[in-house]
């Protein structure tokens, strides 16, 4: 019975998916409509440059949101990558 309960505190607890995904959604929300200066230092562009680029790949590309992730959170995730040169794994 004790080996059990040992074992019972060693397990790691997981956070249930749709926590996880109301984090990501608001700090991104926050990263990108916080403030300019957030949104610039995250992204390498100001608010309106990054509605703009979301706009053109929106309407020019085709790229649309899905029921995980929307448009916003994917262009922010890709310019975050690429502005602070760290993996994907960190962004998740």
Known sequence: MLE????????????PYETRHRIRQLAYF?????????????TRMDQRCFAILCHLLRTISGLTSTEVIDVEEM???FL??????VKNRVIQ
């Open 4 to 15: 059990l309960l040992k074992n019972d505190r060693k397990r790691i607890t997981h956070i």
């Open 30 to 42: 926050r990263m990108i409509h916080g403030s300019d200066l957030v949104c610039r230092q995250s």
């Open 75 to 77: 262009v922010a995730m």
């Open 80 to 85: 975050h990558i690429l502005a602070h040169d």
